[in-house]
T-cell receptor, first 113, second 111 residues
Framework: SQKIEQNSEALNIQEGKTATLTCNYTNYSPAYLQWYRQDPGRGPVFLLLIRENEKEKRKERLKVTFDTTLKQSLFHITASQPADSATYLCALGNSGGYQKVTFGTGTKLQVIP | KAGVTQTPRYLIKTRGQQVTLSCSPISGHRSVSWYQQTPGQGLQFLFEYFSETQRNKGNFPGRFSGRQFSNSRSEMNVSTLELGDSALYLC??????????FGPGTRLTVL
């Protein structure tokens, strides 16, 4: 069955450093991969999307890589700030124009001042 | 533009009861998806509606149902509530197939 794995343990990093979060998947050939941020008690907020034929995407301090051979995506936040503390979810989407996205369980990031 | 709104925000029910949750998508968005989020299982896809038709369905029992109205507003219903149905129920609307905008969710507690 399809499986998406994110670090279940929280990631603690020092302010100013680069945070790197991992998303691995099996038994899936996604058309695209998304990253979301979720704060406690709130709905996820879309951050970035990368398609199967793209290797890397950037947006301000965020960078996502997508390796379909390794079946892995890395999500980087450079110059991290305490305000970046949240849970980050990766999600895989299929093709066909239908909205059926499968989410990972998320990684909690804590940026320490 | 106003974001996705969900009502109510919090709900407490007892086992055996039924519940209806409501979602108003972003204006112009015709696709609405529903998710259940629990600490143990994470975000799980319930179903997706587009132009009043269910296009996709997740692996949930028939107690979970939904519908979409002509103005794209959507409701989901859970009948015969069980303790395990306690969760955050999230609605997301989208204009294109690859980006979703989530509402704040409805926190359902089943006692």
């Amino acid at each position: 069955s399809q499986k998406i794995e994110q670090n279940s343990e929280a990631l603690n990093i020092q302010e100013g450093k680069t945070a790197t979060l991992t998303c691995n998947y099996t038994n899936y050939s996604p058309a695209y991969l998304q990253w979301y941020r979720q704060d406690p008690g709130r709905g996820p907020v879309f951050l970035l999307l990368i398609r199967e034929n793209e290797k890397e995407k950037r947006k301000e301090r965020l960078k996502v890589t997508f390796d379909t051979t390794l079946k892995q995506s890395l999500f980087h936040i450079t110059a991290s700030q305490p305000a970046d503390s949240a849970t980050y979810l990766c999600a895989l989407g299929n093709s066909g124009g239908y909205q059926k996205v499968t989410f990972g369980t998320g990684t909690k990031l804590q940026v320490i001042p | 533009k106003a974001g996705v709104t969900q009502t109510p925000r919090y709900l407490i029910k007892t086992r055996g009861q039924q519940v209806t949750l409501s979602c108003s998508p972003i204006s112009g968005h015709r696709s609405v998806s529903w998710y259940q989020q629990t600490p143990g299982q994470g975000l799980q896809f319930l179903f997706e509606y587009f132009s009043e038709t269910q296009r996709n369905k997740g692996n949930f029992p028939g107690r979970f149902s939904g519908r979409q109205f002509s103005n794209s507003r959507s409701e989901m219903n859970v009948s015969t509530l069980e303790l395990g149905d306690s969760a955050l129920y999230l609605c997301a609307s989208s204009l294109s197939a690859d980006t979703q905008y989530f509402g704040p969710g409805t926190r359902l507690t089943v006692l």
